[in-house]
């Protein structure tokens, strides 16, 4: 069945970086695009980022362009989202998601402080 495991979130102040990544399994992978979502307190999921089967095409949301930075790696069904100067906008449970499918994992949390 499809697994998608979260890692890398944590607590980090204002300005900091993390990395986040996401191992996934039980679909094909390499042909599938993939995106990360997050979701504040008390706040609807929101996309953060996608990335196409072969990592040739990325999209981001607003709040996040030119901070945040996604990245898969096809030999290890892998997909990272590197998180630079972060806010603590950005304090979130973070999840990777198969735009195309309805599984999601346990998420990541990631914490800012200010």
């Known amino acids: 069945q499809v697994q998608l495991v979260e890692s890398g979130g944590g607590l980090v102040q204002a300005g900091g970086s993390l990395r986040l990544s996401c191992a996934a399994s039980?679909?094909?992978?390499?042909?599938?695009?993939m995106s990360w979502y997050r979701q504040p307190p008390g706040k609807p999921r929101d996309l953060v980022a996608t990335i196409s089967p072969l990592g040739d095409r990325t999209n981001y949301a607003n709040s996040v362009k030119g901070r945040f930075t996604i990245h898969r790696d096809n030999s290890k069904n892998t997909v990272d989202l590197q998180m630079n100067n972060l806010e603590p906008e950005d304090t979130a449970i973070y999840f990777c998601?198969?735009?195309?499918?309805?599984?999601w994992g346990q998420g990541t949390q990631v914490t800012v402080s200010s």
């Open positions: 039980g679909f094909p992978f390499r042909t599938s695009s």
């Open positions: 998601h198969r735009p195309t499918g309805t599984s």
